[in-house]
């Protein structure tokens, strides 16, 4: 009955290792899914106020405004970028992870001990006794 309750503490253990590490692609998911609005808005609306100031306020050439723009763009979306990539584990993903690794352990430790309770019942470990028991008997009553 422990093998049973080992293991289903086992599969537990994982579900709730999965459950966190979709939490967190879902997270990074959303992390790029900002990024990339943000791009396609930076693209649309900033573009031609950045290129104004540029042109008007610090009086570069129209090539160097666009390319100062553009410049900026890459920056900003290669922070969110940075953002998304990031797969570090909360705590909680963590603790399911060692306790996983913990009951998997323990399971496969019964799983050891049953096998070897069941050798030492079963068909070989009878022979096994037997044969002890035989020696030990010649040992102490001589014929």
Do not use: C, Y
Not at 13 to 33: E, L, P
Not at 95 to 114: G, I, N, P, V
Not at 132 to 142: D, G, L, P, S, Y
């Amino acid at each position: 009955m422990k093998l049973i309750d080992v293991g289903q503490e086992a599969v537990k253990a994982q579900g709730d290792v999965m459950q966190r590490v979709a939490a967190r692609w879902g997270r990074r998911a959303a992390w790029f899914v900002l990024a990339a609005i943000f791009g396609v808005f930076a693209l649309v609306s900033l573009h031609a106020v950045l290129w104004a100031g540029a042109l008007v306020v610090l009086h570069f050439n129209p090539l160097t405004a666009a390319v100062t723009v553009l410049g900026i763009d890459v920056v900003i979306m290669f922070i969110f970028f940075l953002l998304g990539t990031r797969h570090v584990a909360d705590p909680l993903e963590f603790e399911a992870r060692l306790r996983r690794d913990r009951k998997f352990a323990e399971l496969r430790q019964t799983l050891a001990l049953s096998t070897f309770i069941g050798l030492l019942i079963g068909p070989v470990g009878r022979f096994s006794g037997r044969q002890a028991f035989k020696v030990a008997r010649n040992i102490f009553f001589r014929r």
